[in-house]
């Protein structure tokens, strides 16, 4: 008999559907709320949080899960979730009901004023917010830290990147920092007699979405489970039965807007592709953001940023948006790959986004070390976007230190998931493109059903069920490896 293990199974599930609620709430903030509305929806969702908060740190729930050990009958799954279970009861039970209501409340007014106030390049203006939420982030992760006995910024890692500490990510970024710098002057040489026409004229927002629905089809995404909107920063959210993705878009280009939609449509088919059965339980849920990442990065960097895939997407571009000379494969693909140190994260080329990811990761761990202070931080950025990128953002904050929405919503430690995540990719893809030589020529008939059910098989049945390490040693042979990605990286810009 499985009692005690059953009844926390059903609190979990009603937990789950209480978190479904919040990201729908969360989802038609960005998205389609009235400004108006924004005070009123912060408390919400805080009295929300709140509730969800209660259920999870009951003292019943931890008798539960102290009496569902000694059960029989627990299959391999059970006994994972049951683990997850109790490790997010221990995070949980060190938080405040007061302390979790309150830091919701502010984080989410934080983001509702970096909309605004990044538009108008406010930076001083978004201190005082900022200041609160990033308060609340290091008080939550000193209480986190006790529990999980991590430093504070290691519990925040924790969260986005679960096996990977700081000790971890700093090997890892010192090899990329020892190579990349070399590796992008040497493809700046070489791409730099290219010719690229640039597109021209203007990109009506409805062609756009039309040409992106195209995509996301072909890509397997599922529209009876899902749809695609517009909101300031793309992002994934709602959950496997219902995944809302976002994107922005310009009518001065639609390159933007169309990758952006390529990543979301990685993380969306990663969610419709859980296995059913567990989709309410935790070991059915992606905590674990370089797992997600990898989907999406996978999706757009790997096969969206290949030459196959922009034959592929030609055709689809000229019926929207007619011929002009910058709409050959040629051409296009010579501007998708084209590397070029800029200010945007989101806009960088595979090749210097590892870069723009370290100068993140380092600021962050100087913020939470007590080395660098909020203030300080448009400064430090741009001694670092000198540093990386030979590039300045004095006086422009929008483009610098205010041009994610990460911090302001108090996601400090998720970013190294990017390029974690993008490690991950290259080697999955490494192991899947030697099983299946002829995925190019399916992918220029827009054909990808073969990645999808290999994905499928490998990645997303599993669900939580194993951590990422252990989950490429199953299928790639060993556990995260930048050299994987540095490989690919000479391949298709050096070789």
């Known amino acids: 008999m499985m009692k005690n293990y059953n009844r926390l199974k059903t609190v979990f599930a009603r937990i ?57 009958r627990l299959s391999s799954w059970d006994v994972v979730n049951l683990n997850i279970m109790e490790k997010k009861y221990n995070k949980a039970a060190c938080i405040p009901l007061k302390l979790t209501e309150e830091s919701t409340r502010v984080m989410i007014r934080c983001e509702q004023a970096w909309r605004t106030l990044r538009q108008q390049n406010n930076w001083q203006d978004f201190i005082p917010y900022l200041d609160q939420t990033f308060r609340f982030v290091r008080e939550i992760a000193e209480r986190e830290s006790q529990v999980t006995h991590l430093s504070p910024y290691d519990a925040l890692l924790d969260k986005y990147a679960e096996g990977f500490g700081q000790s971890d990510i700093d090997d890892i970024f010192l090899k990329l920092k020892q190579f990349l710098p070399a590796l992008v002057t040497q493809i700046r040489g070489k791409q730099q007699s290219d010719t690229i026409c640039v597109a021209r004229g203007r990109f009506g ?35 496997p039965s219902d995944v809302r ?144 990128f030979d590039l300045s953002t004095l006086n422009n904050d929008k483009d610098g230190v205010m041009q994610d929405v990460h911090w302001a919503s108090g996601a400090f430690g998720y970013f190294p998931a990017y390029t974690l995540g993008r490690l991950m990719a290259a080697q999955l893809f490494d192991t899947f493109r030697q099983m299946h030589g002829q995925f190019s020529e399916s992918v220029r008939h827009g054909q990808f059903q073969v990645l999808t059910q290999w994905l499928n098989k490998n990645v997303h049945s599993l669900a939580a069920s194993l951590p990422v390490n252990d989950l490429l040693i199953n299928v790639t042979g060993a556990a995260l490896d930048p050299q994987y990605f540095l490989a690919h990286i000479q391949r298709r810009y050096l070789d």
């Open 16 to 72: 789950s559907r209480l978190q479904y609620a919040q990201r729908i709430l969360m989802w038609d903030e960005a998205v389609m709320m009235p400004e108006g509305a924004q005070e009123a929806r912060a408390h919400t969702v805080a009295t929300l949080n709140r509730t969800i908060h209660r259920m999870l740190t009951n003292r019943k729930v931890k008798t539960l899960i102290d009496k569902a050990r000694d059960e029989d």
């Open 245 to 388: 993705i976002t994107t922005r878009y310009s009518e001065d280009e639609f390159i933007s807007s169309l990758f952006g939609i390529c990543h979301e449509t990685g993380h969306a088919i990663y969610e419709q592709g859980l296995p059913a059965e567990w989709l309410e339980q935790p070991i059915g849920q992606i905590d674990n953001m370089v797992m997600h990442e990898s989907q999406s990065l996978l999706v757009e960097m790997d096969v969206c940023r290949s030459k196959a895939f922009i034959e592929y997407l030609i055709p689809l571009i000229q019926d929207e948006f007619g011929t002009q000379a910058a709409f050959t494969v040629e051409n296009l693909y010579k501007y998708v790959t084209r590397v070029k140190p800029g200010l945007i994260r989101v806009d960088a080329d595979e090749v210097t986004y590892p870069l723009h990811i370290i100068l993140r990761y380092e600021l962050e761990k100087a913020l939470m070390s007590g080395d660098l202070q909020l203030q300080d931080l448009p400064s430090a950025w741009n001694e670092r976007m000198a540093q990386y």
């Open 205 to 239: 927002i409805e062609k756009q979405k039309a040409l992106g629905l195209k995509v996301m089809q072909a890509l397997q995404f599922d529209f009876k489970r899902g749809r695609l909107d517009v909101s300031h920063h793309p992002f994934c959210s709602g959950g």
